[in-house]
């Protein structure tokens, strides 16, 4: 392999690397915010309102729904109002979606609710996932895969012609 093969070669393999790790970045960003939900307190918290509420227009143009819920709940004595049920905003073009939260968290109920201890009045009644980290192998193949080719194109000796 001449000179430019394996400077291509080279470009390749760092294209991988860089593609394997945003992913990696990514995934490992995802896990490290739900581990930070690992020391909130749980309780309960009674849902007052769940409905589905209008929230305009998405980038399309489509109607969005979004999930408009209010749920009580009180930590060390304090009373506390929260209206996340996870993290991010819950809201979608597809109106089935956003119901299957209605129904998950219906008006009238009590439900499990996570309380951040340093900031009682942050809440959510689900907390993030850690499956990121399941998933983080694959990528990492992409920056392995990409090392080695680096590795095989500096090493490799040039066939005889």
Not at 67 to 89: C, D
Request: hydrophobic share 40%.
């Amino acid at each position: 392999m001449n000179l430019a093969g394996r400077i291509w070669i080279c470009f390749i393999g760092l294209c991988l690397i860089g593609a394997g790790w945003i992913f990696v970045s990514y995934l490992w960003s995802a896990y490290q915010r739900a581990t930070l939900m690992d020391p909130w307190v749980e309780s309960e918290a009674e849902v007052q309102v769940s409905q589905v509420a209008d929230g305009g227009l998405d980038q399309r143009g489509l109607p969005k729904y979004r999930h408009e819920l209010l749920y009580l709940y009180s930590f060390k004595g304090e009373n506390y109002e929260g209206i996340q049920a996870r993290r991010l905003p819950t809201e979608s073009s597809e109106l089935k979606k956003v119901k299957k939260y209605v129904d998950r968290y219906p008006a009238d109920s009590i439900r499990p609710v996570w309380i951040n201890p340093e900031n009682p009045a942050q809440s959510v009644l689900k907390k993030d996932s850690k499956a990121s980290l399941y998933s983080i192998w694959f990528p990492f193949l992409f920056v392995i895969g990409g090392l080695g080719m680096i590795v095989n194109a500096i090493i490799r000796k040039p066939k005889p012609a």
